[in-house]
């Protein structure tokens, strides 16, 4: 039960999805409870995968005969999830970029992170990403067979969204907490560093993600997408403590959609393995 409401906590925080009146009350709330409620973020990845792969799959029903089917559903299938989690990882990468983006000092660097304006290096990497990401969509759709089935690329699908949720524990496992803590949103979440257990928690949700990606590519696939996650996830952690000392809140949102792409494009390139 303990559980349940923890994972709630953390529908409630990271998506818009509505947890409120009663329900919320039945929850509750704490700082310990919204830190223990971190390593669900995985478990939040199977509601925002699962939308985004029934978009796909209601795009492919109804306009299943045109040649813009695929990159139509990419497109809302996209949308969709920027609506359900309002944008909050892509806010932070988005912030990140902007904090990153110049040679500037870590303390100079946290403050741009935390300026609500968005900046030239945030708008551009936001940019590139989300087309990046609607193209990678497009191009699997049209990869993936039987090409008329949704069902390969909405396993896919939620497969990305559960497991790119997974790699901002890590950060948390590995990084201190180095935001303007004044400020901070995110301080009762990530303030301190997250346990094996929470690590242990977030993993065992990635558990069903992975045998998706096994029946949807056999074993190969599967190591392709662990391995593109495991390189992207030491590189961003690697830069963040080179820059900043250590991570934020905005760190984890640019981590999880750097591994979101990182996992589009190692199925993508290995696509004929799967067809």
């Known amino acids: 039960m303990k559980a349940l409401r923890h994972f709630l906590l953390a529908v409630q925080f990271f998506s818009r999805i509505p947890v409120n009146g009663r329900l919320a009350t039945w ?6 409870m919204q830190r223990a409620s971190a390593a669900h973020l995985p478990g939040v990845g199977w509601l925002v995968g699962l939308w985004a792969a029934l978009l796909v799959a209601l795009v492919q029903w109804l306009v299943l005969h045109s040649p813009w089917t695929p990159l139509l559903a990419a497109v809302i299938s996209t949308a969709g999830t920027l609506w359900l989690t309002g944008g909050f990882h892509e806010d ?3 912030d990140v970029a902007d904090g990153l983006g110049g040679f500037v000092p870590p303390e100079r660097a946290l403050e741009i992170m935390k300026d609500s304006r968005l900046g030239s290096y945030g708008v551009m990497t936001l940019v590139t990403v989300l ?5 990678l969509i497009a191009v699997l759709m049209n990869s993936l067979k039987p090409f008329w089935s949704p069902l390969p690329i909405m396993a896919l699908l939620c497969s990305a969204h559960v497991l790119s949720r ?3 524990l890590v950060l948390m496992h590995c990084l201190p907490h180095v935001g303007l803590a004044a400020s901070s949103k995110t301080l009762n979440v990530a303030g301190k560093q997250l346990n ?3 690590l242990i928690t977030g993993g065992v949700w ?4 992975i045998a998706l990606l096994w029946w949807l590519g056999s074993g190969e696939l599967v190591l392709k997408v662990l391995i593109a996650c495991a390189l992207t996830t030491w590189l961003v952690q690697r830069w963040f403590r080179q820059r900043l000392g250590g991570m934020t809140g905005d760190c984890l949102g ?6 979101e792409l990182a996992i589009l494009l190692a199925a993508a ?3 004929h393995q799967i067809v």
């Open 92 to 94: 932070g990468l988005a």
């Open 269 to 271: 390139v290995a696509v």
């Open 254 to 259: 640019a981590c999880q959609q750097l591994n």
């Open 206 to 209: 990635c558990l069903p993600a």
């Open 196 to 198: 094996w257990r929470g």
């Open 166 to 168: 997974f790699t901002p």
């Open 131 to 135: 087309l990046t990401k609607v193209t």
């Open 27 to 32: 929850v509750g709330w704490s700082p310990e």
